[in-house]
């Protein structure tokens, strides 16, 4: 063999090595990443042409596969549309969001885990069939949630999230506005990217979670952790321990003076309990000052400030404790205020865990995993994000709550014959706007089966803006749908 031809050869032979090196890295490495991204549009006609399994709420379905009289066979129904939306998400031909996107593998019938179901439908010539999903919702709660929210006005913006303290289960989530999610079922595409346009330049945002995506001055909502920090630096040992009171406080190195509201805070200390009862701003100012940025820091993340921790919905936003306030911003974040925001999970999350005894438990909604077949593949089990607190700490707070609920500013919150544990808040927002109204509760105090976060952050038509006033009876509701079963 001449070297012209030599050369060749060993050429054409490079080529064909380069060749087979990138088909089996597109077919073996790449494959999965590939097949799993949104913008593969083969996977989308292929998961189109099929039966999609269900998303259910209480073994009921909230989204289900039917069939249709055009190509793709196949169209998703979603049967409580509003209710449900941020959770569930859609399943489109362009995108997909909630559990529809977190649980695509298994919904579309692709996971690992429905490796058999495969298996048998291929050796039988059967269409592929998706997997189910259960939800931890609890469709009781979740009505009331949705039903709270609605019955503020046609344009209140908010969220509410019930969680059950001990497990982490979420209960509830619901985010208002909302959107018809069949109508991203359409497989008119272009009515299909009409409404996309339309939904997505709504100055009031029906598509953004506020539940987990929208982070807030939390107000004082947040003095539930201030008083944790308290308590857990032995600046405070029991309810009845003397707190600094008074009619007003001014922010350290400031000639600022931050006032109660007209609230009865005393003239000097006052117990602790009176502190929370009435919401005052003066303790919690003066506490927050004296425990001092590191300390509020590091309670905070103990609660899940600066972290994320829910694994079941995409793009859950961080809630947020900066570790450089100087001291006046510190002095304020012990009332929520300064630059701490918060989601309303996280603040459900606050709740939750004093409620279970200082132990905060990582939420999580999906509860279980089906095959078609029924067959139960994986299941949630609880597991615990952090120690916040000692369960002491937890107890004090707990006998603080439940009295602000007796005879303070929570009382809107109050169930007959049960004791409720709850905080309200009113947090400043921007100039020109109402302020955001919060509020946080569970019950029953000695026996917890439900914390709730309630965050008003545009109230439709109504003219008194307060935590109590309008989280208040929406809080009630929610778990009296919970504690009621």
Known sequence: MNRPI???AVFCLLLFGALMVNATVIQYVEAGELNANPSNRRVVDATFARERGDILVGREPIATSVPSDDEFEYQ????????????????SYFSQTGIERTQNSVLSGDDSRLFVTRLVDMVSNSEPVGGSVELTLDDGAQTAAYEGLEALGPSTEGAVVAIEPSTGKVLAMVSSPSFDTNRFADHDFAALNDTFEELDAREDEPLLNRAIQTTLPPGSTFKLVTAAAALENDIATSADDPVPGGPSYQLPLTDISVENGGR????????????????????????ADEIGVEDMQEQAEKFGFNSSYLDDLPLQAESRYPGDLDEPQTALSGIGQSDVAATPLQMAMVAAGIANDGTVMKPYVVDEVRSPDLDVLDRTDPSELSEATSPETAEVITEMMVNTVSVGTATPAAIPGIDVAGKTGTAESAPGRPPYAWFVSFAPAEDPQVAVAVLVEAPGGQQEIAGGTLGGPISRAVTEAVIDQ
């Not at 979603?78 to 399943?91: I, T």
């Not at 009865?264 to 506490?287: R, Y």
Request: some cysteine; hydrophobic content about 35%.
């Open 6 to 8: 030599r050369t060749l």
């Open 76 to 91: 998703r129904e979603y049967l409580a549309p509003f209710r449900y939306a941020h959770v569930s998400g859609y399943f």
């Open 264 to 287: 009865d805070c005393g003239s000097g200390d006052i117990p602790f309990t009176q502190a929370m009862e009435q919401s005052c701003n003066t303790t919690f100012l003066a506490l």
